[in-house]
Structure formats: C-alpha cells, structure tokens
C-alpha cells in the first residue's frame, strides 16, 4: 500500500514549514501536498470518536475478506451519526484461516479508543481511514491525569491545540484532548460554513 | 528518532496486539494474523504477472509497459534469490480485470474504482491485497493502482506518480513484504509526486528476499535489545547493521520478547544500533499489529563480524533512555538524493534540534554542513565524493546532552543524472534491426534504455560502450514516435524526447519479373517487409492501379501500360509514407505466355525430353526447372529447341525428387512467367519395368512435335495457379 498523505498536523510548526519549504524550493526535488489536521477533516465523511464496539469479517463482493466494524460513538465531529456507525474496510482474516491484508491499512482492535477520519464510502460501499494509518488515532486515558492523544502513523502528538505551538511539545506526558476537542469543532463550524456559502452561491 | 514522549510508552503498551507471537522478521514481514507465519510464495520461481492490456489513462502511449517491466526487474535482478515474477503475455490474460481470480496477479489501474478499495479522498495511491492461507502461503496477490483518484507518469509529470516507483514498492508488498522502517527504502510507506529513488532496492528488500526467498546459505547476528536503565527487554526496536563502509546494510523489528535476527547477510563487519520505530515510518505502518516500543533512544551497538553463513549471537544490545531528540517527518521528502560529486541542500523536520546538536552521516566520506538549526527543523548541507558508491547511509544527530538520534537510510547516493545527447539513427523499422548509438554523458554500467514497450539492458541486448557511448539494436516494436530514455541502476533516468521513431518501411528484396510488356498486364510479384494495406506502387512514376496484398511481405501488381525502356524507378510507398525502391523495365515484346507442359513430370535421373506450351517464346527464351514462380530465383537452365513461339522442347534436368516451380524467361529482356508446381521430378521405378511415369508419351525416337501434340488439353490458367500460391493470404 502506498499512500500520499505526508501530513503536517501542526499549526504553528506548519506555518514555519510552510515559509520553509519556500525558501527551499529549489532544493527539494519534489513538491508534497501538506494536509494540516483542517485537510485531514475536510477530506473526511465521517471525524468521529469512541470505542470500536465489534468487529465481523465477512467476503465481500470479490469473494475476498471484508470487514465491518461497529463504532459504538462519544462524538461525531462530522458526518452526522448518532449512536453507532458500521462501516466496513476491505480485508481480514476468515474464520478457517485464509486472511487478505491490505499492507498499510491500520488495525482497528475491539475495545480500542481511536478518534476516525473516515472517506466517504467507494463504490463497493467500503470506506477507508484517510491516508490509512493516519486517520487512526488512538485515545489513551491515563489513569493518573487528562486523556491523551496518541498518533499513529504522523505527528499529531506533538500538536498542542491550546497553545498553537509546537516547541517543547514533545517533553509534555499528555495531551489535552479537550482542547483537541475544541479543534475539531472549530474545524466542523468552518466546514459548515464554508458549504453553506458554497451552496449559497451556487444556487 | 528518538523523542521524550512517555506518549510513546503508552503506544507501546497500548497498541492493539493481533498477533503476539515470538516472531522477529528481517526487514518487515507481512504476517497471518491467526498464526503469525510470514507470508510467502510457495512457488517463488514462477510468479506470474499479468500487465493488464488497457494500461494507465495517463499514459495512452503504452509507456507504463516498460516502467512496470522494469519494476519487475528491480525484483527479479537480486542474485541468490528464488523470487521470480514472470511476465504473462497471452493477449486473453491480459484482458482479464477480474483480479480477485486466484488464477491471474494482476497489475492493473483501476481507473474507475471498480475494486471498490478507492473511496475518493482516501489519499491511497496503490494498494495490493494479499490474500493467503493461514499458513502464510500467498494465495493470490494484485496490484491495483487508483486510477480513479490520482495521476500516474512515466516522464515526471508535475502532480503525477511515478509508475515505476510506486509499482516497485508494490511488487514488494505481492512479494510478501511490509513496510520498512527506512526512510529510504523502497517499502518506504510513503510517496510524493515526481519521487523515483524507491524504482531501486535498498539492501532492506535485498536481504528480504535473501531471508524469504534464499538461494544458498547466508548468515544471520541475534540478540536481545533491552533497556539499560532496567534491563527490560524492548519490544519492536528496530535493530539495524550498517556494513564496514558506514552503508545501511540490514534490519529487524525485535520480537515479544525484545529478541532479533538479522537474516540474509554475507561475510563481513556489521555495527548494529537499536533505534524506535516511531519517525517518519512507525508501528501504525505495519501490518503485523506487532508491539513497537519508542521509549528509548537511538544507541550503537557492538561491531560483529559474519562469515559466509552461520548465526552470530551478540548477547544483549542495550539501549538508552529516551530522549528529546528525533530526525524525519513523513512530511519530508525521502530519500534525500546525494549526487555524488556535488553538494546538496536539505532540510529535515524533527525535534530538538538545538545549536549545540551536532549532524552527520554514518558513511563518514559523506560530509554534512549544517546550515540552521531551528528545534523542529534543521538545515544542511551533504556533500559526496566523486567515488561514492550508490546506496543508501544514516543520519546521525547528537545533542549537547550526548543524546542520539539516528535516521535509518535517510540519505541515498546515486549517479548524476544519465543525458541523452543524440541517437545516431532517427527512424528504423517496426520490424527491429536497426543499430543505434545513444551519445551523451553519465552512463554507468548495468543502465538499462528503454524505447517503447522494450526494455534494453546493458550485458544483455545493449552495451554501455563508455560513460557516453550506448550501442543496441533494436527489436520489433509497434511503429511511433518514442521518448529513449536511459536509465542508471539506481533509477535515475535521462531522457531523449521523441528520440526515436518505429514505423512501418517497407523494403523490396525481388521484383519479378524485372520487366514487361509495354502494352501492361504483366503480373508482377514483389517480395519484402512491411507491406500494409494501402500500400502504393508506382513505376517510373505512374501510380499501379491493380495491386494485391498477399501478406506483409508480398504485392502482386498487373502492371500499367510504359514505354518501352527502362530500367525504371519501381517505389513501394506505405501509408506512413515510407518508401522502398527497386526497378523495372518496359519492352516493345510481348511478355512469353506458358500453358502448359508435358509430360508433367520426369525421372530424376535428368534427360527425358518435356515438351512447354505457351506463346511468344523466341530465340532469347531460357526455361528453369526448380526456379522459383515468385522471385525467378534458383532453378536449373536447361537448352532449349525452339519448335515454334508457342512450343519449346527441352530435355528435363537431374533434380532431386519432388514438385517444382517451372520459369520461362526471356534472357534479353527479362521478360518472364512462371507456373507453380507445375513440374514433378519422381524417383526410376525400382523394379526396371515400365519405364517413367504415367504420363509419360510411349517410348520412342524423340519426337518434338509429337510430344507437343500429346499434350493433354489442360490448360492451367495463371490465375489459377496464383490463387494456389495465396494460401498465406492474410491481410494485416
Ligand atoms: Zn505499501
């Protein structure tokens, strides 16, 4: 599996890339689509968070492993669920054995706490997290203070939604995942409008 | 690398285990999840791969056929390794899209998301789904491209993929293989437009194959990465061996149990380090589910030493706490590519990285000067000597605490760019053949050119004369204008625009007969190549109205009136444009005209007279036995008494036994006709009686007239016997 989701989801570390990768244009060989957390959610159907409830593998319509998960939802930051959302990812291992595995397609374990940012469904009614492992991210309650944000496969860990800033993110034991919250809503209103104006003046 | 988050403690301990099995794979593996075996083919010698016939809307010029050969051969060209991919070529296979068949492993671009693995805006580039046995034996493997949501180039199109690159990395994935934690890798996870440097393996996927799929011994180094604060033992470090020249040479992911092997190595010295998987590339890429633990920082380990085969314990490899300090962002662009010979500038995001931290590359011939630090990026620039070997080397940062930071295989040196100057011929036949000399500069041994769907290879069916000089030949290619691009091992490339163009040139080899009558109505037979419908002929520069395609290589003309003269310009032009000329000639004669021949056959002993019917024979004409009816070629001249200009008497030739082709040709003019089997030589009867054969007139003093008169009345008509000769008829 190749993905091309290089995502930078830091705010004030972006910015300073960003003028960066200006300066060094000339010197980078290739030009790599920034996806900032706003690109990861606007990219998504569904941004939603809570615990991966079950999980059944079944064959699809290729007479290949598919699997439907069932998201027992905290939040839906976008998309619109309520309680639950079933969606289903290609892959997975049959009873009897026999298994598909789409390298790079994230695991999703039952029990886990992951925040989701979901595709729309393809036409086979399958979905995928957006850019595979990095719209996977796992929630990590630490008994001991506020929960925490875990990344997968980028860097949101060092994103600190409070502040903006990004320098000595990396010492701190946690993140505030209420803050992250409020990010996400932030995000959800400004995609709101945006497409209530959109609709406006197309109409 | 390495980073003070307890974060990454809790993501060691908290990643989602499908598998905990005691599995510690060389490179990365992908792996059953009910069983944890490591998947693999169990017929590696013959993987076939099927390129799908619609190939890429992007590349309507079919140029995806040799990027995905040449991502085949990226695979197939590792020595010692079992691991084949077999190009399938059968037409009917190659129209099948049904991927999910066990029976076909396609490549294929999915150009409307048929799969159905493509929802938009998923940002996944290929994929491949392996699907095997819970065994680990591999089933089945496709890899499909997503047509439907990306661009995909063979020529560094802005915005577009590059084919070769991304199908190399897939190949990888069909192979059996995961993810690798190096960011220069080619299962490096991730891809940017306009990225070729993954079209050629890293030493991680050749001692994958030397792992999975070994031809021969190879050794292996063991041990345990545990923590030097506690003694605990790390779970999923990734333990790497750099070879004696500071290269990026091998690597492991350690087990449940903090143990690794590193498989695959030849004789040598390896220093080993243990680093977190967590920068750019961490355990959410695998998909093994396997426990990765980052609580720790970068640290070198001991030198060992390998013979031929044969394991290596090294005890334990203890490794550092963490620390505020990593290098490499999935954000970044990897490799980063050292020309050797020049110097470079990059910059890399990261963490900690201060003013007092010091960088530098594990190949220590390869010189780095930093431009600016700034905490969570860091500028520099790389320089490589002249004499730099290819491949890929560490970066090394160090803060002011003493704290490492190792990026696996972040740097890969290559060649400067192959240039493609000029191509000493500029047009050839479709057909092949024709001998190019490619001018320009930076070739190196082992450069492979492509030109169209073929790919030549240095040793093979090219020759890398000198760093400017390439020599090959080509072979058949469907007729276009192509782009030669030349290719360096490492996968650089250089490209000559439309440098070289196959079309359809038709070529005359005999024209015959070389003349006719004046007064037209000659059939002539040209015989060459590349002969297409539509395909003109013209003599002495008028245009020949009545023209029969036998095949690619045979026209019949019934000539237009001439004068008489010649020899003229006789031109076959195809539709291309392309033209072949010969010659031909007009006289004020008639052409001779055969009817007919008795008796039809004669011993092979030679001298049974044969009477020859027809009309316009004179005192030039010659009669060949065994010549041939197309090209007037070969044959055996006998003397000839002329009876009359409608009867020739001759005394049959030895010849060996069989039907031949009989010519009448006028020797001043060149004037002829032929018919076709029309004359059988047969072996003397054994037993002595009788005497010839049936047809044979009764024994007796030779009596040409006679013998003329004892003619049956078969009259075989030319056209007849042309229509016999076009068996072959098939039009193209
Ligand atoms: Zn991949």
Known sequence: MRTFLPIALVGALFLVVAGLGAAFRDVSASTVEKLDLAGLFDRSEHVVHGRIAKTSVRLGAHGRPETTVELELTTAFWGGAQTSLVFTLPGGALSDGREMVIPGLPKLAVGEEVLLFLSRESKRGLRLPIGLAQGKFQIVRDEHGPAVLVRGASELEVLDPATKKSEKLETRATLDWQATVRELERLANVRREREAREKAESK | ?732
């Not at chain 2, 860091?378 to 940062?397: C, K, N, Q, S, Y």
């Not at chain 2, 082992?446 to 169209?452: F, I, L, N, S």
């Open chain 2, 1 to 732: 690398m390495t980073s003070a988050r307890r974060l990454g403690l809790f993501a060691g301990a908290l990643v989602a285990c499908a598998a905990m099995l005691g599995v510690a794979f060389a490179h990365v593996r992908l792996t059953s999840s009910s069983t944890g075996s490591g998947l693999k083919w169990n017929s590696p010698g013959k993987i076939g791969i099927t390129i799908n016939s619609t190939g890429s809307d992007d590349a309507p010029d079919g140029s995806h056929v040799a990027a995905l050969r040449n991502a085949i051969a990226a695979w197939n060209d590792v020595p010692n390794s079992k691991a084949t991919l077999v190009e399938k070529t059968d037409p009917d296979e190659m129209a099948r899209t049904d991927w999910e068949s066990d029976g076909v492993h396609l490549i294929w671009f999915d150009e409307d998301d048929d799969s159905g693995y493509f929802p938009l805006g998923s940002g996944v580039v290929a994929i491949t789904p392996v699907w095997f046995q819970s065994d680990g034996e591999i089933v089945d493997a496709d890899v499909l491209f997503n047509g439907y949501g990306f661009d995909f180039t063979t020529e560094d199109v802005g915005g577009a993929f590059d084919i070769q690159d991304v199908a190399t990395h897939e190949l990888g994935h069909l192979l059996g293989f995961d993810h690798s934690g190096w960011a220069g890798a080619t299962m490096y996870p991730y891809v940017s437009p306009a990225v070729i440097e993954h079209r050629s393996l890293s030493e991680d996927e050749v001692h994958a194959l030397h792992h999975v799929y070994p031809v021969g011994g190879f050794a292996s180094i063991t041990g345990t990465v545990r923590r030097t604060s506690d003694s605990t033992r790390v779970l999923g470090a990734h333990v790497v061996a750099r070879d004696a020249n500071g290269r990026t040479a091998a690597s492991a992911l350690s087990n449940s149990n903090g143990d690794f092997t590193l498989r695959g190595l030849s004789a040598g010295d390896w220093t080993l380090y243990a680093t977190p998987l967590d920068y750019p590339v961490s355990g959410w890429n695998l998909s093994s589910g396997q426990t990765v633990q980052t609580d720790f920082q970068s640290t070198l380990g001991p030198t060992v030493t390998t013979q031929a085969s044969g394991a290596v314990d090294v005890g334990n490899l203890y490794v550092g706490a963490n620390a505020v300090l990593s290098l490499g962002r999935n954000n970044d662009h990897f490799p980063l590519r050292i020309v050797r010979g020049t110097t470079d500038a990059y910059f890399l995001r990261g963490a900690g990285l201060d003013s007092l931290c010091t960088l530098e590359c594990s190949d220590p011939s390869i010189t780095i000067q930093v431009v600016s630090w700034m905490n969570t990026l860091v500028a520099f620039d790389v320089t490589a000597p002249l004499g730099a070997e290819r491949g890929h080397a560490d970066l090394i940062v160090t803060n002011s605490l003493g704290d490492v930071s190792i990026l696996p295989a972040a740097l890969e040196v290559t060649p400067p760019d192959p240039v493609v100057t000029s191509v000493s011929v500029a047009l050839g036949s479709d057909l092949g053949g024709t001998t190019l000399t490619l001018d320009g500069a930076n070739f190196e041994p082992g450069a492979r050119v492509v030109v169209g769907e073929h790919v030549y290879v240095d040793g093979v069916d090219a020759t890398v004369v000198d760093d400017s000089t390439i020599t090959l030949t080509t072979t058949a290619t469907v007729p276009g204008l192509y782009d030669v691009v030349v290719l360096d091992p490492s996968g650089v490339e250089g490209r000559l625009d439309d440098g070289f163009e196959f079309a359809a040139i038709p070529t005359i080899a005999t024209v015959f007969p070389s003349a006719g009558s004046d007064l037209g109505g000659t059939p002539v037979t040209i015989r060459g190549a590349s002969f297409e419908v539509g395909t003109l002929v013209r003599i002495d520069g008028v245009t020949q109205t009545n023209v029969t395609l036998v095949d690619s290589d045979e026209l019949v003309v019934i000539t237009e009136p001439g004068s008489a003269g010649g020899p003229y310009t006789l031109e076959v032009e195809n539709t291309s444009g392309h033209v072949a000329t010969s010659v031909f000639a007009y006289a004020a004669t008639p052409d001779p005209m055969l009817v007919g021949v008795a008796p039809a056959s004669a011993s092979t002993a030679g001298g049974d007279p044969v009477t020859i019917s027809g009309a316009n024979f004179g005192v030039d004409t010659e009669v060949w036995f065994g010549a041939d009816a197309a090209t007037g070629a070969g044959g055996v001249s006998v003397d000839v008494t002329l009876v009359d200009a409608n009867t020739l008497v001759v005394r049959a030739p030895a010849h060996a036994a069989g039907l031949v082709d009989l010519v009448v040709r006028d020797g001043a003019t060149g004037q002829a006709t032929a018919l076709a089997g029309a004359f059988e030589f047969a072996e003397p009867e054994p037993s002595g009686g009788g005497g010839g054969c049936a047809t044979v007139t009764p024994h007796g003093p030779f009596e040409p007239r006679s013998a003329a008169e004892g003619l049956a009345p078969l009259v075989l008509a030319f056209a007849l016997v042309r229509l016999a000769r076009s068996r072959r008829f098939a039009l193209r």
